[in-house]
Nanobody
Framework: VQLQASGGGLVQAGDSLRLSCKAS????????VGWFRQSPGKGREFLAR???????YYANSVKGRFAISRDNAKNMAYLQMNRLEPEDTAAYYC?????????????WGQGTQVTVSS
């Protein structure tokens, strides 16, 4: 599975942005899909995941502001980000194939940069 994230850009605080993750291969629809972010000098931060069934889980830092979704027919996943803050500035990555027992993700896409100005 290859993942390609897109949709990043420069926005102002309070704006919304939707990131997209396009996947190759039919196996994508059977995987849990996730989103992470990483800003300079900080470690990679988990944001959200969505199971094959559609069940979702969010990090407390984005709960209520971000929403993850997927369209298996299109091999796509999305991260809707609302009320963006300068602290949300980071490179955002989509992931797939979550090994729940070991908390390891099998596939990573390249990042898409989100910059939020104050």
């Amino acid at each position: 599975v290859q993942l390609q994230a897109s949709g990043g850009g420069l926005v102002q605080a309070g704006d919304s942005l939707r990131l997209s993750c396009k996947a190759s291969g039919h196996a994508f629809r059977s995987y849990t899909v996730g989103w992470f972010r990483q800003s300079p000098g900080k470690g990679r931060e988990f944001l959200a995941r969505i199971r094959q069934s559609g069940g979702t889980y969010y990090a407390n830092s984005v709960k209520g502001r971000f929403a993850i979704s997927r369209d298996n027919a299109k091999n796509m996943a999305y991260l809707q980000m609302n009320r963006l803050e300068p602290e949300d500035t980071a490179a955002y990555y989509c992931t797939a194939q979550w090994n729940e027992a070991q908390d390891i993700w099998g596939y990573w896409g390249q990042g898409t940069q989100v910059t939020v100005s104050s």
